[in-house]
């Protein structure tokens, strides 16, 4: 089992940046990919961007140029930086790992735990 506790979500104006934690504990050593998604009313889970346990990286279209995902292996850490954020941007983010997935496939359904998630709104 992995646990997966985000944090860091809020209010941001348009234009301004912030970024998520995700602080994962139990059978790290299983995970092969980390990833951030994020759900907005009534719409279907996206998955925003990955990374693999050598530190490879992808990201969505919608959130390519903006958004920086890192990790900290040591600390079982992984961060999403939102940059230029939109109003479209409001969802509920959280925090993904799988087993045998790979940082180019972006179906969510690849991923076997996740976390309760973190709001974030960007309004003026």
């Known amino acids: 089992q992995v646990q997966l506790v985000e944090s860091g979500g809020g209010l941001v104006q348009p234009g301004g940046s912030l970024t998520l934690s995700c602080a994962a504990s139990?059978?790290?050593?299983?995970?092969?990919?980390l990833g951030w998604s994020r759900q907005a009313p009534g719409k279907e889970r996206e998955l925003v961007a990955t990374?693999?346990?050598?530190?490879?990286?992808n990201y969505a279209n919608s959130v390519k140029g903006r958004a920086t995902i890192s990790r900290d292996n040591a600390k079982n850490m992984v961060y999403l930086h939102l940059s230029s954020l939109k109003p479209e941007d409001t969802a509920v983010y959280c925090c993904?790992?799988?087993?045998?997935?790979?940082?180019?496939?972006?179906?969510?359904?690849?991923?076997?735990?996740w976390g309760q998630g973190t709001q974030v709104t960007v309004s003026s």
């Open positions: 993904g790992a799988s087993r045998f997935g790979s940082v180019w496939n972006f179906n969510p359904r690849t991923y076997d735990y």
């Open positions: 139990g059978s790290i050593a299983s995970i092969n990919v």
């Open positions: 990374i693999e346990r050598a530190g490879g990286t």
